[in-house]
């Protein structure tokens, strides 16, 4: 039964959301989305949130959807992804699909992964300053990486402005199917005269993957490497801003493939 005010009008329940990330087998990474669900539940404790996983730890988006919404009504899917490589143009989507198949009474949108948002931007602003470094004449953006040639032209293009906002050189590097690694770039920067470098992590949560990038980092003498963006204002924001742009979306019964906007 629908709640009422006492004047007797309805109260229209927000359309919940659902969180797919990737997953991992690193406990630390499922920890700290769960931590971005509890965020995002204390920003807007009116909405039903909760979060799923493609793989690995955590359990799958079709339950979760259906625990969350009965099967009947709406809900809003939002990528917990930083580009729009193959998880964020083919798995997710086809996961989505799914549940619309086997969920049909359940009117599914498909929010835009988060990478390329401005609050993201801030995100590393912030990490960069928790960091504490007094003098940075260099920096690594570095991702986890894609074999995704788009996604990583994103990457480069968010280095160039982030640099630019800064007044600073910024490469791209990544910790896996790459064309550079964090060791690469911090070469190619001291090599153009930089000799304070930071890396700035470009990953949600902490894995094999980042550690990579830390160690990359610690061994060829940059002065910082930042910490995953995990349940910052910045990730709550620009999860929140695909879910109000997906109930606004005129088009939501399509499946759309999410861009980065770098």
């Known amino acids: 039964m629908t709640p009422a005010t006492p004047a007797g009008i309805p109260v229209v329940s927000p359309v919940p959301l659902l969180l797919i990330a990737h997953g991992s087998r690193d406990p630390r990474s499922g920890a700290v989305i769960e931590r971005l669900v509890a965020r995002i539940a204390d920003t807007r404790p009116d909405l039903p949130v909760a979060a799923a996983y493609l793989e690995h730890r955590g359990r799958r988006p079709l339950p979760v959807a259906r625990d969350l919404t009965g099967g009947t009504g709406g809900l809003v899917?939002?990528?917990?992804?930083?580009?729009?490589a193959y998880h964020g143009r083919v798995d997710v989507p086809a996961v989505v699909a799914g549940i619309r198949a086997d969920l049909p009474d359940l009117h599914v949108r498909l929010g835009r992964v988060l990478g390329g948002d401005d609050a993201v931007t801030a995100a590393l602003d912030d990490r960069l300053a928790a960091a504490n470094v007094s003098t940075v004449d260099g920096l690594v953006l570095?991702?986890?990486?894609t074999r995704d040639v788009a996604a990583r032209r994103g990457i480069a293009r968010l280095a160039r402005r982030y640099g630019a906002r800064h007044g600073l050189p910024c490469l791209p590097a990544y910790a896996a199917a790459g064309d550079r690694d964090v060791p690469t770039a911090v070469a190619e920067l001291r090599a153009?005269?930089?000799?304070?470098?930071a890396v700035l992590s470009y990953f949600l949560a902490p894995g094999r993957l980042h550690d990579r990038i830390?160690?990359?980092?610690?061994?060829?003498?940059?002065?910082?490497?930042?910490e995953p963006f995990g349940s910052t204002a910045g990730i709550v924001t620009a999860t929140l801003t695909s879910y109000g742009e997906a109930l606004r979306s005129v088009d939501s019964q399509r499946i759309r493939q999410p861009v980065l906007v770098g």
């Open 77 to 84: 899917a939002v990528p917990l992804l930083l580009t729009s």
């Open 142 to 145: 570095a991702a986890a990486g």
């Open 192 to 197: 153009s005269g930089a000799r304070r470098i």
């Open 214 to 226: 830390v160690a990359g980092a610690r061994d060829s003498g940059a002065v910082a490497v930042t």
